[in-house]
T-cell receptor, first 114, second 114 residues
Framework: EAGVAQSPRYKIIEKRQSVAFWCNPI?????LYWYQQILGQGPKLLIQ????????DSQLPKDRFSAERLKGVDSTLKIQPAKLEDSAVYLC????????????FGPGTRLLVL | GESVGLHLPTLSVQEGDNSIINCAYS??????FIWYKQESGKGPQFIID?????DKRQGQRVTVLLNKTVKHLSLQIAATQPGDSAVYFC?????????????FGTGTRLTIIP
């Protein structure tokens, strides 16, 4: 079974530029998550999708971050404009139906904002 | 606020010895706990999980113990190998309907000494 795929793996941009990350979840998983992991910390949930609908985006900085999952499969996360403090690893995860079940993570995209 | 924390940020263990990684949680509504392993440059990898109606669960070389009285979780790794070197996170999901958010602790870095 293929795992969660993410691209790009690394990205370096200057502050105030925009950037987009892509995620392809495990086939059949209805729930998709985006996490931000700052160096030395555990992942923090940014947004959760159930199929193509948003379940929880309470911790997403909506003035600069946006995410979509239009067809209920792939998802993109965008930052515009980026700030220095956005430097982190952005992890995508998926699970069958959300709730109390295991989430499977992709390799992440490491973002450096200069 | 509610949090999942770890007692020790780093742990060094001789190869072949057993290791124990501890985790304290504060959300009494937590119903499901997961241990993840994260190697450098990779996303968190599921190791083992346990639900609140159990106090012990065993996997291959790993055992998770749950003490709900003192809100404590531990991960035991038997006969450690160099490949066990990684950061280990405990994570919890509360049973509060509509707030089933996976919350990670800071992590413990386990180093296996050859």
């Amino acid at each position: 079974e293929a795992g969660v795929a993410q691209s790009p793996r690394y990205k370096i941009i200057e502050k105030r530029q925009s950037v987009a990350f892509w995620c392809n979840p495990i086939s059949g998983h209805a729930t998709l998550y985006w996490y931000q992991q700052i160096l030395g910390q555990g992942p923090k949930l940014l947004i959760q999708f159930q199929n193509n609908g948003v379940v929880d985006d309470s911790q997403l900085p909506k003035d600069r971050f946006s995410a979509e999952r239009l067809k209920g499969v792939d998802s993109t996360l965008k930052i515009q404009p980026a700030k220095l403090e956005d430097s982190a690893v952005y992890l995508c995860a998926s699970s069958w139906n959300g709730g109390e079940e295991t989430q499977y993570f992709g390799p992440g995209t490491r973002l450096l904002v200069l | 606020g509610e949090s999942v924390g770890l007692h020790l940020p780093t742990l060094s263990v001789q190869e072949g010895d057993n290791s124990i990684i501890n985790c304290a949680y504060s959300n009494s509504a937590s119903d499901y706990f997961i241990w993840y392993k994260q190697e450098s440059g990779k996303g968190p990898q599921f190791i083992i999980d346990i639900r609140s109606n159990m106090d012990k669960r065993q996997g291959q070389r790993v055992t998770v113990l749950l003490n709900k009285t003192v809100k404590h979780l531990s991960l035991q790794i038997a006969a450690t190998q160099p490949g066990d070197s990684a950061v280990y996170f405990c994570a919890e999901i509360p049973s509060n309907f509509g707030n089933e958010k996976l919350t990670f602790g800071t992590g413990t870095r386990l180093t296996i000494i050859p």
